[in-house]
C-alpha cells in the first residue's frame, strides 16, 4: 500500500512540475518575433519621453522583472531591453508610479490600457490616437491571467 501512495505521489509531483514548466514555456514558444533592434531605435529616435525598467522594483521577483529602456511618443511604447517570460501581459499607462501588485490593484481603474504585449526581447505597442501620453507618468507591465506585477518605468 505504501509503495502505491508514493508512486502516485511521485507522479502527481511529477506532473505539477511538467503543468508548471508548460505554464512558464508556452509564452516563449508562441512568441512572435522581437521587434528588431533597427525599429526599436527607430521609435526611440523620435520618443518624448523615456523611462528605465530596472529589475529592483519592490514587487519584481526573479519570475517577474523587466530592464532596459523605455521610449514613449505621441503613437508607439517600444522596448530596448527584456521581460521575463509570461503570459497575457498588458501595458498600462498611470498617472502615479507603482511598484507593487497592491498600489497596481488599488489604481487599476484610473489606469488606461495600452495594449498587449507579445514579446520578451523587445517590444513595439502601439498608443491608440485617443491616448495621449503626456497625460500620465508611468509605463506598467502587468501579466492579466495572474495578476502579478511584473515592473514600472516612470517616464516624466
Known sequence: MIKKLMLVGTHVVALAIGFAAGIYTLP???????????????VAERSSFTGEFRRDLADSDALHWGEG?????????ALDGKLAPGPDYRLYLSKEFVETEADFERLKSQMTVVGGIKTFDNFEV???????????????????????????????
Do not use: H, K, M
Not at 28 to 42: C, F, K, W
Not at 128 to 149: L, N, P, Q, R
Open 69 to 77: 529602456t523605455v521610449y514613449v511618443t505621441d503613437d508607439t511604447i
Open 126 to 156: 502601439s498608443v491608440s490616437s485617443d491616448i495621449d501620453v503626456s497625460d500620465y507618468t508611468s509605463v506598467i507591465v502587468w501579466c492579466e491571467s495572474f495578476g502579478e506585477f511584473i515592473t514600472a518605468a516612470r517616464y516624466q
Open 28 to 42: 516563449i514558444l508562441i512568441a512572435p518575433d522581437a521587434p528588431a533592434d533597427e525599429v526599436v531605435q527607430a
